[in-house]
């Protein structure tokens, strides 16, 4: 039987087939004695992958644990050992922030990613982003992080898994809805793939948020509108309904405003010109015009966001006006409805916001 020395005669040269044909325990025997040439035992080491011996699962994990080891070493043990639950303490003891050999860092946040420790999302996603490839490979398979609990976790973890193909794979094995929810979202973002993606939708059942009292016009303006710009918590079945669904119908936002004006016209409460909200503050945008009218004591907001209506400053009086305009008034049971789940940024807030916010939203 040829030894190690012909087998591996010198750095960056060994016999692989060779090597994947020895005995598993002579393998073993090699890598954990750290007085050899690092250099031979990190083709040993790798040859191990599959089929480590039980009985020198102890002696192996020991050579990951020693710091005074070569790292190349003990990086290539973490692949073939690293899952057994016995390092998982040690894996995410304090000092690993200390370890100082090459590539070691990455490599304890890899493994522990691997074996499904999701308290290291942060790390794994932090090293995703990383500008050096190395380090982005180390980090980029966070899959397993969109079924943390977390939202904000679960949505860094799907602004940065970058492959296609291991996020349909997730789809099959994610513990949640939301988990395959977020693997759906991320997957678009790769493939802009539309048809893949409301398929997918109908797959999981169409799953979404059911908000007591929010009928489907209100829905769909208001999903069309803050989906796309809402905050990390927002969950993630708002996110795919608003890929999914079809937006509303082109907004006639001169006609209704003109519709308004002719009726509280002819109603004799003498409308003024509708302003939009951004200039009645002076800054900012938002989503509804100010009607003032009856001398300018009562007004109307009007919403951009459909044909929606609503009183302010005693404006109550123009409702049975502008209902008969064709116009929706939103009524002050409607307007108090919260709609869960969806966070959006808000005067330094990033919360839920209620009907009335969404429909008449103004931000400076």
Aim: hydrophobic share 40%.
């Amino acid at each position: 039987m040829p030894d190690m020395e012909t087998l591996i005669p010198s750095a960056g040269r060994a016999d692989t087939d060779a090597l994947r044909g020895l005995d598993p325990d002579e393998l073993a025997r090699y890598v954990a004695e750290p007085s050899h040439p690092w250099w031979r035992r990190l083709p040993c080491a790798q040859a191990l992958a599959g089929r480590v011996p039980e009985a020198w699962a102890g002696a192996l994990l020991d050579r990951v644990r020693d710091a005074g080891d070569t790292g190349e070493v003990r990086r290539a043990l973490l692949d073939v050992v690293g899952d057994r639950p016995e390092l998982l303490p040690w894996l995410r003891h304090e000092e690993r922030r200390q370890e100082t050999s090459y590539g070691m860092r990455e490599a304890l946040v890899r493994t522990r990613g691997l074996i499904g420790d999701l308290t290291v999302a942060g790390e794994a996603a932090t090293l995703a982003a990383d500008p050096f490839r190395h380090r982005q490979e180390a980090g980029e398979d966070v899959t397993y992080a969109l079924a943390d609990p977390d939202r904000m976790v679960a949505h860094r973890a799907h602004t940065l898994a970058h492959d296609a193909g291991r996020l349909r794979s997730y789809l099959t094995e994610a513990p949640t809805t939301e988990a395959k929810l977020w693997a759906v979202r991320a997957l678009h973002e790769l493939t802009e793939d539309l048809d893949e993606t409301r398929a997918l939708y109908e797959e999981l059942g169409r799953p979404r948020v059911e908000v007591p009292g929010l009928d489907e016009e209100l829905r769909t303006a208001i999903v069309h509108e803050y989906v796309p710009w809402s905050q990390p918590l927002t969950d993630p079945r708002w996110r795919v309904e608003a890929l999914c669904t079809a937006p509303p119908a082109r907004h006639d936002v001169e006609g209704w405003l003109r519709r308004a004006t002719e009726a509280l016209t002819s109603a004799g409460l003498a409308p003024k010109v509708p302003v939009h909200c951004a200039a009645e503050h002076q800054q900012g945008d938002g989503t509804y015009h100010i009607i003032g009218f009856d001398g300018g004591d009562s007004e109307v907001w009007i919403s951009t966001l459909g044909r929606f209506a609503i009183a302010r400053e005693g404006g109550t009086a123009a409702r049975p006006v502008l209902e008969a305009a064709g116009l929706r008034w939103i009524d002050e049971e409607t307007e108090a409805i919260e709609v869960t789940g969806l966070y959006v940024y808000y005067f330094g807030r990033r919360a839920e916001l209620c009907v009335d916010t969404l429909l008449f939203h103004w931000q400076d």
